[in-house]
């Protein structure tokens, strides 16, 4: 339910009509080879918060925010080290492995935004580079919380669906994956504005969450979701990226999409997650919480979206912004916890960095 809510026009979802359009465009899309199947979906994960913006060395960022698939989490903890000026590598420990995606949000009230540069192997582990830039672009340091991830195989049935893929500036898919066995796709239009198709996920009406983020080696970038098509057959999500100067731009960008799954991918474990999206209002399909109840969203700047039953430390979040134009969304502060229940603080902001009342996808999860 909306309690006090200030929501900016509504955009309608398109039509089952309008995706059988869409699905046109994507005709002749080069289509990957599909992975080895694997057991385990996702078969290696980790998520951080790096609470201090200026870091140590080898920093151990909050304890009770990073999580992951590795061997003894609690006692071989994510580090992080800081590159330069609003530029850090998060080193994630013994689960190294090609392929995968990765999700950064900014957390403040600045107007700051982050995104990923780029994950690779190292050694053992898995490194995730994040650059953060206040409005404008000049890098700033930042609070942020970052996400990666990597799954093969279709899993037995277990409820929900998942699906992700990487994709850079021309369209061509460099990395993806989808519960149903099916393969994604993408198309590019015009400059920093492309259709991302995932066949065999979620309904004909708005179900699950999805999360995009920019993923560029040069300068500062922003990715959104555009608009969003559901049919029966699949999932049709537009995607438009922005430079600092709030033009439309081509860069290499991540998308995710989970329908009663953890924004990470996995269905049981973990039992508590949720998810909500606001476009002016709060389609019951995409309002999850995995122990029952409805979550509820208050306030526009921040909002407020609570979400009970599911903070059980460690946990993440991550938010990404919805419909057209430059503005774009992310953390006013660190999620609370209280009797169990998480408050997350969407906070979104035009493109000169001022915040405003706007539609969001957010996304919670507790590792357990």
Request: proline share 10%.
């Amino acid at each position: 339910m909306l309690a006090g809510t200030v929501a900016p026009p509504v955009r309608p979802v398109r039509s089952a009509l309008s995706v059988l359009a869409l699905l046109a465009a994507l005709l002749g899309v080069g289509i990957p080879a599909a992975g080895p199947a694997h057991a385990a979906v996702p078969d290696r994960w980790g998520f951080a918060f790096l609470d201090n913006p200026t870091p140590p060395p080898a920093y151990v960022p909050d304890t009770t925010r990073q999580w992951g698939s590795w061997p003894s989490p609690a006692t071989n903890p994510v580090r992080v080290d800081q590159l330069g000026t609003g530029s850090y590598v998060v080193h994630f420990p013994l689960i190294a492995g090609p392929g995968g995606i990765a999700h950064a949000t900014a957390v403040g009230r600045t107007g700051s935004w982050c995104q990923v540069r780029g994950w690779a192997t190292a050694g053992t582990g898995q490194d995730v580079t994040v650059s953060c830039h206040r409005p404008g672009g000049a890098p700033e340091d930042t609070r942020f919380t970052v996400l990666y991830t990597t799954s093969s195989g279709v899993p037995s049935p277990a409820g929900g669906s998942y699906g992700y893929l990487y994709s850079d500036a021309s369209g061509a898919v460099l990395t993806q994956y989808n519960s149903a066995g099916a393969v994604n796709a993408v198309s590019h239009g015009g400059s920093g504005v492309w259709k991302a198709w995932l066949p065999g996920l979620g309904a004909s009406t708005p179900v699950g969450n999805i999360e995009v983020t920019a993923v560029d080696p040069v300068q500062g970038a922003r990715c959104k979701v555009a608009d969003w098509a559901p049919a029966a057959s699949g999932q049709t999500v537009v995607v438009n990226c922005y430079n600092a100067a709030n033009a439309l731009y081509d860069t290499r960008w991540t998308l995710s999409y989970s329908v009663k799954r953890a924004v990470h991918g996995p269905a049981l474990p973990p039992k508590l997650f949720g998810y909500l999206w606001f476009n002016g209002t709060v389609p019951a399909g995409t309002n999850y919480n995995s122990t029952g109840p409805a979550n509820t969203l208050s306030g526009s700047v921040p909002y407020t979206v609570n979400l009970p039953n599911v903070a059980v430390p460690s946990d993440t979040a991550q938010v990404t912004a919805f419909g057209s134009g430059p503005d774009y969304c992310g953390l006013a502060a660190p999620w609370a916890r209280s009797s169990g229940t998480a408050n997350l603080y969407p906070l979104c902001f035009n493109g000169s960095g001022s915040p405003i009342a706007s539609r969001f996808f957010t996304a919670f999860t507790s590792a357990y």
